[in-house]
C-alpha cells in the first residue's frame, strides 16, 4: 500500500499595505500659504514703504478698548466699571469649546457596543493622557480621585485658551477696516498672556493646595510642615522664607511662566509681520524686510501654534497636580 504524499500549495504573498500618498492640499499647503503671504506683504511694502506712525507691539494687549457696547458696573457697584473686551470674548469661546468638548467625551463614552471609531480612539487616547500622564502626579486615592477631574479640566480650558489665540478674529479695536468704525481689522491676542488671567488660575490651583494641606494635617501641623524640618532659632529665618514661598513665589512662578511664554510667542509674531514698518527705507529695503518678515512669523506662528501651546498647558496642569499632591506630604 503506497501512501500518496501530500504536496501542500504555495502560499501566496500577503497583500501589502497600500503606499499612502501625500494628498495634493497636503503637498501644495506650505507653498501656498507662504506665496500668499509673500504677495500680501509685497503689496503693503510697496503701498506705504516708510513707516508714518512709530509702531507698538505692546497694543495688541491693550484690553482698554470694549468691542461690544461701552462700560458697565460691574455687580451693580458703583466705582466698579467693566468692559466686554476682546479679552472677556476670548475667553467666552474657550470656556464654550471646553464645555462642548467635555460633552462630546461624555456622550463618546457613555455609548457602549459600538464599533471602533477614529473619533472614539482619539477620546480615549485624549481621556488616558489625562488620567495617566497629566493626574499621575496625584497619590492614588482620594485625592486622586477628587481632584483628577480638576487637573483635566484646567489642562483642557488653558490648551483652548492657547490655542485660540492664534485664530484671527475681528476684535483689533486699535485698527478699523475701511471707514467703518463697527467693523474692526482681524488680528490675534493670547488671553493667557495676560499676568491677571493666569495669575486667577494659579490661585484656584493654591487655593486647593493650601485647603488640602490644612485638612491633611490641622492648621498648626500645616504650618509646622513649612519649618523644612528646622526647630530652634533657625526658624526665625526659615519661617519667612518659607510664608514668602508657600504664599507668593509658588503661586507667581505658575502664573509667570504661563503668561511670559504665550505673551513671548505673540510679541515675536508681531513683531516679524510688521518687520517693513520697523525698518522702513526705500520700496526694495520694505518689500524685502515685509516677504523676510512673513516668513520668519509663519514659522513663529507654527512653532507656537504647534508645540508651544500645548506644553505650556500640560505644564500648567502638571504642575497644579504636583502642588496639590505635596500639600498633603510632610515636607513639601
Not at 110 to 126: F, G, M, S, W
Not at 153 to 164: A, E, G, K, T
Request: aromatic content about 12%; hydrophobic content about 50%; some cysteine.
Amino acid at each position: 500500500m503506497t501512501t500518496a504524499s501530500v504536496t501542500a500549495a504555495p502560499t501566496p504573498d500577503a497583500p501589502q499595505p497600500a503606499e499612502k500618498k501625500s494628498s495634493l492640499l497636503g503637498k501644495l499647503f506650505f507653498p501656498v500659504v507662504f506665496s500668499l503671504l509673500a504677495v500680501w506683504g509685497v503689496i503693503i511694502a510697496m503701498g506705504d514703504p516708510v513707516a508714518k506712525v512709530p509702531f507698538d507691539p505692546t497694543q495688541e494687549f491693550d484690553l482698554g478698548d470694549a468691542v461690544i457696547g461701552g462700560s458697565w458696573n460691574l455687580f451693580g457697584i458703583e466705582g466698579v466699571e467693566g468692559t466686554i473686551n476682546k479679552g472677556v470674548i476670548y475667553l467666552a469661546l474657550a470656556a464654550l469649546g471646553s464645555i462642548l468638548f467635555a460633552l462630546y467625551v461624555y456622550r463618546t463614552a457613555a455609548k457602549r457596543n459600538r464599533l471602533e471609531t477614529k473619533t472614539q480612539t482619539a477620546v480615549e487616547a485624549a481621556y488616558e493622557f489625562a488620567y495617566e500622564q497629566i493626574a499621575g502626579s496625584l497619590p492614588e486615592g482620594k485625592l486622586f480621585n477628587r481632584y483628577m477631574p480638576y487637573v483635566a479640566s484646567i489642562f483642557i480650558f488653558v490648551w483652548f485658551l492657547n490655542m485660540i489665540s492664534f485664530v484671527p478674529l475681528p476684535l483689533n479695536t486699535h485698527h478699523n477696516i475701511g471707514d467703518l468704525d463697527f467693523l474692526y481689522a482681524f488680528g490675534v491676542y493670547a488671553v493667557s498672556s495676560n499676568i491677571f488671567c493666569t495669575i486667577t488660575l494659579a490661585l484656584l490651583t493654591f487655593g486647593i493646595y493650601h485647603y488640602e494641606g490644612v485638612k491633611a494635617h490641622g492648621l498648626r501641623g500645616y504650618l509646622k510642615t513649612w519649618s523644612a524640618g528646622q526647630s530652634g532659632p533657625v526658624l526665625l529665618l526659615v519661617y519667612p522664607v518659607e510664608i514668602l514661598t508657600n504664599v507668593v513665589l509658588k503661586p507667581v512662578s505658575l502664573a509667570v511662566r504661563l503668561f511670559a511664554n504665550m505673551l513671548s510667542g505673540h510679541v515675536l509674531i508681531l513683531l516679524m509681520m510688521a518687520l517693513a514698518g520697523v525698518i522702513g527705507g526705500a520700496v526694495a529695503v520694505s518689500v524685502f524686510a515685509q516677504v523676510l518678515g512673513t516668513g520668519i512669523a509663519l514659522v513663529f506662528y507654527l512653532f507656537e501654534m504647534g508645540l508651544v501651546a500645548s506644553l505650556q498647558a500640560f505644564i500648567f496642569a502638571v504642575l497644579s497636580a504636583i502642588y496639590i499632591s505635596s500639600a498633603a506630604e510632610e515636607h513639601h
